[in-house]
């Protein structure tokens, strides 16, 4: 069982986590990467694959408490964050102008 966090663009936004299945993380998330934007995410996969795994995440919401750890970042309409995750990767995270977050 892996946790994902999604963050949208909705003023309020709280930042949900869900459980996903190691099978279902690995269809969001290509291997060595833990941060995904949705358009990305579904021109990988066709709707067919996409519709059950979705249909699970939202069914699994896990209070932020109760999480036990965040496996991955999945970003709805935050097209301008795409450049700040070139790698798509949480800790390999860049400021505008290049230089390391961390």
């Given at each position: 069982?892996?946790?994902v966090q999604v963050v949208d663009s909705a003023i309020n936004c709280t930042y949900d986590v869900f459980a996903v299945e190691d099978a279902d993380f690995d269809l969001?998330?290509?291997?060595g990467q833990n941060v995904a934007f949705i358009d990305e995410v579904l021109a990988r996969h066709p709707p067919r694959a996409l519709e059950p795994v979705f249909e699970?995440?939202?069914r699994n919401r896990v209070p932020k408490r109760e999480a036990m750890g965040l496996h991955g970042?999945?970003?709805y309409d935050m097209e301008h964050k795409k450049?700040?995750?070139p790698q798509r990767?949480?800790?390999l995270?860049?400021?505008p102008n290049g230089?390391?977050?961390r």
């Open positions: 069982m892996k946790y969001l998330y290509p291997p699970r995440l939202w970042l999945l970003f450049p700040f995750y990767v949480d800790e995270a860049i400021n230089s390391t977050l």
